[in-house]
C-alpha cells in the first residue's frame, strides 16, 4: 500500500504541470489518514467499481471522464474566452484518472471550439492504449457539416486527432435536437448511418451508440429500430433532479425515469451525461447543503448526485466534466467503491430535488453549445450570475426587501465582474440561434431579456 | 529649535520681560504659517479626491469646494461666492490663492519639496518686479476670450481647471488602477467593497495639454515659486489687484528691520522689496513664511489701520500681543466662515464555446454635439464651461469626453459607444461648479430632450440580414422607439434586392418618434451593428422638454 502510493506519487509529480494542482495531489494521496492531523478523506487506489459491457465484454469503470470542460490556461474551463486548453493540466488529471482506475473518455469534434479531440489524443497518447476506452461522436451542429462527404471527413479527422485506428464508443451526437427532420438530414437520408454501420462490422467501431437530447419522437423512434441498428449503447442525460423533473422544467424535455426505463426494458447499456447538471447539483442553495451534510457530513454535495447515477444497475458508465483536480478526486472518492443508494436514501434525494423545484432556477448546465453568440453575449455567464445570485439569496423581490441595498451591489458588481459589459444580457437581439441548439430547451433570450429587464430595475432602483 | 539662534541675538537687546513678550508674539505669529498649512492640505486633498473619486461619493459632502472656486462661481454667476472671495480678499488679502486654489497650493507643495533639500534651495528666491504689463495684459486677453466665448483659452488659464486636468488626465489612471488592484483581490475574496473600472484615455490633446501644464507648473514652481500666479492666472491678477486694498497685511517694520535679505529669499511670490522695507501686497498670498524667517521681530501680520507709530511704541507697550489675538481670533473666524461657506456578420456556429470577436464601436459623425441634461443649451454650456474635468472624471456611464474642436478644446462632450446617459444618474449636474450644467433632478431629466436619435437604414441588421432585432426599441427609456414591419427593399444576407416576398420572414425596423426622443443614447449604445450604429443621437443645439 505505501510503496504504491509512492509510486504513483512520483510518477503523479513528474507529470505534474501546475503546482497548485500538485500541491493538493500530493496531500491527497500521499498522507494516512485518521490521525486528526488533515482530513481523513484520502483517494483510494484500485478500489474503483467497474461495469461490463454485455456486448464487448469491456470493463468500464463507472466514472467516466468527460473532455467538455478542459481546463485552459486562463485557469479556467477552455471554453471560457478564447483561452488554449492547457494540455499540462490535462496530461496530469489523465493520468491521475488512469492511475486511480479511470478508463473510459468521451469526447467531441465540437468541443472545446473543437480541440478537446487533439488534447484528448495527445494525453492518451501517453498511455497504452488497450488501457482506455475513447468515445467520440459525429457531431451535427451546423447544417453544413451534414453532408456524406463532410460526415466522412469529420469522422476520419476524430481518428487523426485521436491518435487511433480503432474507437470504442462512437455516437450520433444529441440526437433530437431539431426532431425528425435532423435525424433524416443529418444521419439517415445520406447514409452516415449505414455508413457507420459498415465501420462496426470492419472493426473500427467497436460500439455504436447515440446521444440524446430534446424531441422523445427521435428517441423512440431509434429505440424502435433497436433490432436493426443493434445499439451497443446509449448516452441519456439522468440525475436526481431529471429524474421525475425533467418535463416539469421544460416541456420539451423528458423524464431521466422514462429514458432508463425503455432502455434497461432492452437491456441496452446507458452512459449517464450530466449527472451533476454542469454543476448546479454541486453549487446548490444553502438549506439543500445543510440537508444533504446533515445526512452525510463528510461526504461532498456532488457524491450525492454521483452515486445517484451510478446505483441503477443498468449504467456502463457516468460521465464527469472534470476541469479541476479537485472535482476528480471528490468523483473518485465516491466511486472506489461505489455505494448505491438505498431505498430511503433514494427518497431522500427525490424529496431534496421537490425542494429544488421551488428555486427559479435557469435550467443551464454550462456546456456552452448555445456558444458563440454572434453578438458576442456571453450566454452561460449571464445565466450563471443569475443562477449564483439566486443560490446566494442576492435575487431581491423588490426595494423593501430587507437584504435589498447589499444585494444589489453583488448582483451589479458580481455581474460586471462575470461577464464583460459588452457580453452582457442587454446586447442580446433576440435572433434566437443559441435556443436550438441548447440540450435544456431553455428559451434563452427569454432568459437574457427577463435578466436584463430586473437589472435594469436594480440600475435605476425601480425594483 | 530653529529659533534658538533668534533668542541668542535677542538676549543682547531685550530684556526678560520683552524676551517673554516678543517669544508669545512669535509663536502667535507662527501659529499663521500653521493655520494656512492645514487648511490648504485640507482643501487641496478634498478637491483632488473630488478629481480622483469615480464613484462619486463624495461629491455630496465635498462638492461645494469645486463650487467655491473663483472662475466657476464668476461663470455661474453665484454672486454668494463671488461676494465672498472679494471680502475674504479685501479683508485678508490672497488667502484665496493660498488656501482654496488647489493649483496655488500644489506650487507651494512642488517649492516645499525643492526646499527640503537644503537651506538654500529654500531660500533660493529674490525679489523681482512685478510684471504688470504681462499680468494685466494676460487678463485682458482672458476677458476677451471670455466675453468672446473661446471657452478653451479661457480654459487653459483657470487655475482650478489647469488642476482638475492634470488630476483627471495623469492622477486618476493611476488611482483607478490602485482601484482595479484592490477589487482584484476584493473579487477574490468574494468582497463588493470595490468594483473594477475602465482606464481609458478620453482625448489624446487634453493629455496632452494637462502633461504640458504640469511640466511648465512644476518648473516653474521648481525655480521661482508663485510666478505662474503672479504673471499668467488671471484669478492670481484679479485678486492682487483687490488685495492692493486688503485689511490685513503683512507688514515690515522699518525701524526693526535690518535689511538682511532673510525674508525676500524666503519669499515664493518674490515680493519683498527688503532694501525698501516694502512688500508688494498685489503679489502676496499670505503665506506667512516670511514672518518666520525674520529674526528681528520686524514682519507682522496687521491690520491696515494702525499707523506707523503704532508699530515703534508696540515694542515698549504691551497691546502688540492683543493684536495678534485679535488677528488671529479673526483669522479663526474667516477660517469658520469658510468653512460654513461652502457590425459583426453572424458566425456560422460548427463547434461549441468561445467568445465571438465584438469590434469597437466608433464614433459617429454627429453634426450637433451633444451635451448633458442641464445644460440648457449647446451657447450656455460652452459659455460657462472651465473644462476641469469635474464632470468627465465623475461620469460614471465613460459618457462624457473632453471635445477637440479648437473653440471648445477641452471642454466636454458626449458620446455613446461606452454607456448611455442612464435615466437614474444626474453626476455631471451634481457636480458643475460653474453653471454649464445646472443641477437636474432625475425626474427632470428624464423629460429633457438634449438630442434625437437618428435612423440609418444601411446598417440596421434587420435589413442588411434580414434577422430579427429590436434592441433599440426595447431599451429606449421613453417608449420613443416602436417596431414596424419593413415595407422596402431587403438587402439580405445572400445579397438578394427585392421587394419581401413571401416565403421570407417580415422583418421589422424600428421607428423613432421624435417627440418622445431625449436623446440619451440607450438604443446608439446597445445598437449590435459595428463599428457604426445603425441608430445614433444627433444633439440639440437647445435643449427641449417633452
Known amino acids: ?59 468500464v469503470s463507472i466514472l467516466g471522464f468527460g473532455m467538455m470542460r478542459l481546463p485552459s490556461t486562463g485557469g479556467k474551463s477552455a471554453r471560457e474566452g478564447n483561452g488554449d486548453i492547457d494540455q499540462e493540466t490535462v496530461n496530469a488529471l489523465v493520468d491521475y484518472a488512469i492511475s486511480h482506475g479511470v478508463n473510459y473518455f468521451d469526447t467531441s469534434p465540437a468541443y472545446c471550439q473543437g480541440f478537446s479531440e487533439r488534447a484528448t489524443g495527445i494525453a492518451l497518447g501517453r498511455h497504452p492504449r488497450n488501457s482506455y476506452f475513447i468515445a467520440t461522436k459525429l457531431s451535427n451542429f451546423s447544417p453544413s457539416t451534414w453532408s456524406r462527404e463532410a460526415s466522412l471527413e469529420m469522422y476520419h479527422n476524430s481518428f487523426k486527432e485521436l491518435q487511433v485506428d480503432y474507437i470504442d464508443y462512437m455516437l450520433l451526437h444529441a440526437i433530437g435536437q431539431g426532431g425528425m427532420d435532423a435525424l433524416h438530414g443529418r444521419y439517415l437520408d445520406n447514409g452516415v448511418l449505414e455508413f457507420l454501420l459498415e465501420e462496426r462490422r470492419a472493426g473500427r467501431i467497436r460500439n455504436l451508440g447515440f446521444s440524446y437530447h430534446g424531441d422523445i419522437e427521435v428517441f423512440d423512434y431509434l429505440l424502435s429500430k433497436h433490432d436493426y441498428y443493434k445499439w451497443d449503447f446509449v448516452q441519456i442525460q439522468l440525475n436526481y433532479l431529471d429524474w421525475k423533473y425533467a418535463k416539469a422544467i421544460n416541456d420539451r424535455n423528458t423524464n431521466a425515469e422514462y429514458l432508463y426505463g425503455e432502455l434497461s426494458k432492452r437491456k441496452i447499456p446507458a452512459v449517464i451525461m450530466e449527472p451533476l447538471l454542469g454543476g448546479r447539483l454541486s453549487n446548490v442553495p444553502d438549506n ?176 | 529649535m530653529k529659533i534658538q539662534p533668534d533668542f541668542l541675538i535677542l538676549e543682547h537687546h531685550y530684556s526678560d520681560e520683552q524676551i517673554i513678550r516678543i517669544k508669545r508674539e512669535r509663536t502667535l505669529t507662527n501659529m499663521l504659517k500653521k493655520i494656512r498649512t492645514v487648511f490648504a492640505i485640507i482643501f487641496f486633498a478634498a478637491i483632488t479626491l473630488l478629481f480622483l473619486d469615480f464613484t462619486g461619493t463624495l461629491h455630496a459632502w465635498l462638492g461645494w469646494m469645486a463650487k467655491i472656486q473663483f472662475l466657476p462661481a464668476v461663470l455661474a454667476l453665484n454672486a454668494g461666492v463671488i461676494i465672498f472671495l472679494v471680502l475674504l480678499t479685501l479683508l485678508f488679502g490672497r488667502i484665496y490663492c493660498s488656501v482654496i486654489c488647489p493649483l496655488g497650493v500644489f506650487q507651494d507643495l512642488v517649492s516645499w519639496i525643492n526646499g527640503r533639500r537644503s537651506r538654500k534651495a529654500r531660500m533660493r528666491f529674490t525679489y523681482s518686479r512685478a510684471k504688470n504689463l504681462l499680468r494685466y495684459g494676460m487678463l485682458v486677453l482672458f476677458t476677451a476670450a471670455l466675453a468672446a466665448g473661446i471657452g478653451s483659452f479661457v480654459a487653459l488659464l483657470d487655475p482650478y481647471s489647469a488642476y482638475g486636468r492634470i488630476v483627471s488626465n495623469l492622477f486618476a489612471p493611476l488611482w483607478q488602477w490602485g482601484n482595479n488592484l484592490l477589487a482584484f483581490f476584493a473579487e477574490r475574496i468574494d468582497s463588493y467593497a470595490f468594483y473594477k473600472t475602465d482606464v481609458w484615455l478620453r482625448s489624446l490633446t487634453t493629455f496632452i495639454i494637462a502633461a504640458v501644464t504640469l511640466v511648465v507648473i512644476v518648473v516653474l514652481a521648481l525655480r521661482n515659486g508663485r510666478t505662474w500666479c503672479n504673471t499668467i492666472c488671471p484669478v492670481g491678477t484679479v485678486l492682487g489687484f483687490i488685495s492692493r486694498f486688503s485689511l490685513f497685511k503683512v507688514r515690515i517694520d522699518a525701524e526693526k528691520c535690518k535689511s538682511c535679505s532673510l525674508c525676500a529669499r524666503a519669499c515664493k511670490a518674490s515680493c519683498i522689496d527688503y532694501k525698501n522695507h516694502s512688500i508688494d501686497h498685489s503679489r502676496c498670498v499670505d503665506c506667512f513664511d516670511c514672518i518666520g524667517t525674520c529674526t528681528h521681530g520686524a514682519i507682522s501680520w496687521t491690520f491696515r489701520f494702525r499707523g506707523k507709530s503704532d508699530n515703534t511704541i508696540r515694542t515698549d507697550e504691551g497691546h502688540a500681543g492683543t493684536t495678534a489675538d485679535k488677528s488671529r481670533r479673526r483669522f479663526l473666524a474667516a ?76 471642454q466636454p462632450e458626449m458620446s455613446y459607444e461606452r454607456g448611455y446617459c442612464r435615466p437614474e444618474c444626474t453626476k455631471c449636474s451634481d457636480v458643475c461648479p460653474a453653471g454649464a450644467i445646472l443641477p437636474v433632478s432625475a425626474e427632470e431629466k428624464s423629460s429633457i430632450q438634449i438630442g434625437h436619435a437618428v435612423w440609418i437604414k444601411s446598417n440596421c441588421i434587420p435589413v442588411t440580414d434580414g434577422v430579427k432585432c429590436g434592441n433599440c426599441a426595447r431599451h429606449c427609456p421613453t417608449g420613443a422607439i416602436q417596431m414596424v414591419p419593413f415595407r422596402g427593399r431587403h438587402r439580405y444576407r445572400g445579397g438578394h434586392s427585392e421587394d419581401a416576398g413571401n416565403d421570407r420572414p417580415e422583418v421589422f425596423i424600428p421607428v423613432i418618434n421624435t417627440e418622445r426622443c431625449i436623446g440619451c443614447g440607450a438604443c446608439e449604445n446597445l445598437c449590435p451593428a459595428r463599428p457604426f450604429t445603425a441608430i445614433y443621437v444627433e444633439g440639440n443645439m437647445v435643449h427641449g422638454e417633452i
Open chain 1, 288 to 463: 439543500i447543503v445543510a440537508r444533504l451534510k446533515e445526512r452525510e457530513p463528510e461526504q461532498s454535495v456532488a457524491s450525492w448526485a454521483f452515486r445517484f447515477a451510478g446505483s441503477f444497475p443498468g449504467i456502463l458508465t457516468v460521465l464527469s466534466g472534470m476541469t479541476r483536480m479537485e472535482h476528480l478526486q471528490d468523483n473518485i472518492r465516491t466511486y472506489s467503491p461505489l455505494h448505491t443508494l438505498d431505498d430511503s436514501e433514494f427518497s431522500f434525494l427525490q424529496d431534496t430535488a421537490t425542494l429544488m423545484m421551488q428555486y427559479d432556477t435557469i435550467p443551464c448546465n454550462d456546456c456552452k453549445y448555445c456558444m458563440p453568440c454572434p453578438w458576442g453575449i456571453d450566454i452561460p455567464g449571464v445565466l450563471l450570475h443569475y443562477n449564483k445570485c439566486l443560490n446566494e439569496g442576492n435575487i431581491p423581490a423588490s426595494s423593501q426587501s430587507e437584504n435589498y441595498r447589499k444585494a444589489r451591489r453583488a448582483f451589479l458588481i458580481g455581474y460586471d465582474r462575470s461577464v464583460p459589459k459588452l457580453r452582457q444580457a442587454n446586447h442580446c437581439i433576440g435572433c434566437n440561434q443559441c435556443s436550438p441548439h441548447c440540450p435544456q430547451g431553455i428559451n434563452i433570450p427569454k432568459e437574457l431579456h427577463k435578466i436584463d429587464a430586473f437589472v435594469e430595475k436594480l440600475k435605476r432602483d425601480t425594483l
Open chain 1, 1 to 59: 500500500m505505501k510503496s504504491e502510493n509512492n509510486i504513483s506519487r512520483r510518477s503523479f509529480f513528474k507529470t505534474m504541470g501546475a503546482a497548485g494542482l500538485a500541491a493538493a495531489g500530493i496531500s491527497a494521496c500521499g498522507k494516512g489518514s485518521g490521525d486528526g492531523h488533515s482530513s481523513p478523506e484520502t483517494v483510494p487506489q484500485g478500489q474503483m467499481t467497474y461495469r461490463t459491457n454485455p456486448t464487448t465484454g469491456d470493463r
Open chain 2, 335 to 410: 477660517g469658520a466662515a469658510l468653512t460654513a461657506a461652502a457590425t459583426i456578420k453572424a458566425q456560422e456556429k460548427k463547434v461549441d464555446g468561445g467568445l465571438a470577436v465584438i469590434q469597437d464601436k466608433e464614433i459617429p459623425d454627429r453634426r450637433t454635439r451633444i451635451v448633458p441634461p442641464g445644460a440648457m443649451s449647446l451657447k450656455n454650456f460652452y459659455r460657462h464651461c472651465t473644462a476641469c474635468q469635474l464632470c468627465v472624471s465623475v461620469c460614471p456611464n465613460h459618457v462624457l469626453r473632453p471635445s477637440a474642436g479648437l473653440d471648445t478644446l477641452m
